[in-house]
């Protein structure tokens, strides 16, 4: 029963032959609901599957209803990545291990935006400023701080992490999801390119013929090989601009 703090009924008793009433859609409505639900759309079917009608019917309501909580699609999508960035283990920095600190950041930073099909597209080409964002942003320049970067090069660099992982993400639900495609089509598409690369004449691509072990390489984890050589490159490239 639903009553207020003076006891009263909040909403009037049944009637016999009155039409329902939805209130349980109304009251699920609020912006942390449609954010959820959203949410339910893109893990099911990607960002270019939510509209407010699609997100609308999640909640058993119309996409009207939505726009008294959420602008638009555009500021749904970026309360979505925000949520989602609430995922990431934030970290206290030690100046001791601080390499592996970042690392260990940027790698869950990766991994959760993996398991939210093509969620990471919207984080490329803007400056996420929501509250979890934020708080993300923080973290990342004080493990970076801890490591006695210089601030130019913690500017930089921060740019140049957030979108060597948030590209990474994108890249992979292209290859997994966005194509459609399981693990074992993937791997038989990398094996007739590989084949293809390596019959090609070597008179005329003779450095390409002659790497194309190294340029389709055995990635047996799943392409995380691909990913820690670059978080290495990186995270060795501010060090070494640093000390200059």
């Given amino acids: 029963m639903f009553v207020m703090a003076d006891g ?15 209130v349980r859609a109304e009251r699920a409505l609020s912006r942390e609901a449609i954010v959820a639900a959203a949410l339910r759309v893109i893990d099911e079917d990607g960002i270019d599957a939510v509209t407010m009608r699609r997100v609308g019917r999640e909640l058993g309501t119309g996409g009207a209803s939505l726009y008294a909580h959420i602008a638009g699609k555009d500021e749904l999508l970026e309360l979505v990545f925000d949520e989602v960035t609430g995922e990431i283990p934030l970290i206290t920095p030690d100046p001791r291990r601080w390499q592996e600190q970042l690392k260990e950041y940027l790698r869950s930073w990766h991994a959760t935006f993996l398991s939210h099909r093509d969620l990471a597209k919207v984080g490329l080409g803007r400056v996420p400023i929501g509250p979890n964002s934020l708080r993300g942003m923080e973290c990342m320049l004080a493990i970076m701080r801890a490591g006695k970067l210089q601030d130019d090069v913690i500017g930089y660099g921060a740019d140049i992490l957030a979108a060597y992982v948030t590209a990474s993400a994108y890249e992979g639900d292209i290859w997994m999801t966005g194509n459609a495609a399981s693990p074992e089509v993937i791997q038989a598409y990398q094996d007739e390119l590989k084949t293809f690369l390596s019959n090609l004449p070597a008179d005329q691509f003779p450095t390409l013929v002659s790497l194309v072990p190294a340029l389709m390489g055995d990635d047996a984890d799943d392409g995380n090989a691909r990913f820690e050589f670059g978080l290495d490159v990186i995270i060795r490239g501010l060090v070494s601009r640093s000390k200059r």
């Fill in 8 to 22: 009263v009924l909040n909403q009037p008793p049944p009637r016999p032959g009155a039409k329902p009433r939805r």
